[in-house]
Antibody, heavy 116, light 112 residues
Framework: EVQLVESGGGVLQPGGSLRLSCAASGFPFSSYWMHWVRQAPGKGLVWVSRINSGGSITTYADSVRGRFTISRDNAKNTLYLQMNSLRAEDTAVYYC?????????WGQGTTLTVSS | DIVMTQSPLSLPVTPGEPASISCRSSQSLLHSNGYTYLNWYLQKPGQSPQLLIHLGSNRASGVPDRFSGSGSRTDFTLKITRVEAEDVGVYYCMQALQTPITFGQGTRLEIK
């Protein structure tokens, strides 16, 4: 079964750091671009970052550039999002997504709450 | 950044009746390769988004044929020929022509 399972969410104070993980299974992970998309409580979808299949090309939304780092370990079939200098506005469900477009797959999401 | 604007934001529909959602982009989504990078998603209550339409008018695998996408360049429409109860949720358009990838605000479809 093709599947993406996110983990690592939690409750943090502003200024804190956290790493999200996304475990992929059921497809050749190393062949696909991957994305992170987030959704604040009661709000719409916001694209956060993407990484190419080999891990050499990364792109970020302005709101997270310089604070978040996307990476992947193709040997472990895992996508990561390292989040530093967290702000209250980073509070959201974070979705890992395979290749936004034909045949895209979304994980179930992991929740990050940033609050003092 | 490309701004995606949906209308209406709320859409009450009687089962069996048609529904239509508009999405406009602030610039053309037509790539030089001839493809139009516009997707439609449905997020059902409590679920992750699911792809309905890609490249403007191509139904994703498993999507019922009552869903159709049309439009070009900056004006796009998602149509449902006969709404069913399971179609409830929030519909999003999304452009993938350039980064940052951007979504519309979402249209909440509810059953009357």
């Amino acid at each position: 079964e093709v599947q993406l399972v996110e983990s690592g969410g939690g409750v943090l104070q502003p200024g804190g750091s956290l790493r999200l993980s996304c475990a992929a299974s059921g497809f050749p992970f190393s062949s696909y671009w991957m994305h992170w998309v987030r959704q604040a409580p009661g709000k719409g979808l916001v694209w956060v970052s993407r990484i190419n299949s080999g891990g050499s090309i990364t792109t970020y939304a302005d709101s997270v550039r310089g604070r978040f780092t996307i990476s992947r370990d193709n040997a472990k079939n895992t996508l990561y999002l390292q989040m530093n200098s967290l702000r209250a506005e980073d509070t959201a469900v974070y979705y890992c997504v395979r290749d936004l477009g034909p045949g895209d797959i979304w994980g179930q999401g992991t929740t990050l709450t940033v609050s003092s | 950044d490309i701004v995606m604007t949906q209308s209406p934001l709320s859409l009450p529909v009687t089962p069996g009746e048609p529904a239509s959602i508009s999405c406009r982009s602030s610039q053309s989504l037509l790539h030089s390769n001839g493809y139009t990078y516009l997707n439609w998603y449905l997020q059902k209550p409590g679920q992750s988004p699911q792809l309905l339409i890609h490249l403007g008018s191509n139904r994703a695998s498993g999507v019922p044929d009552r869903f159709s996408g049309s439009g070009s360049r900056t004006d796009f429409t998602l149509k449902i020929t006969r709404v069913e109860a399971e179609d409830v949720g929030v519909y999003y358009c999304m452009q993938a022509l350039q980064t940052p990838i951007t979504f519309g605000q979402g249209t909440r479809l509810e059953i009357k």
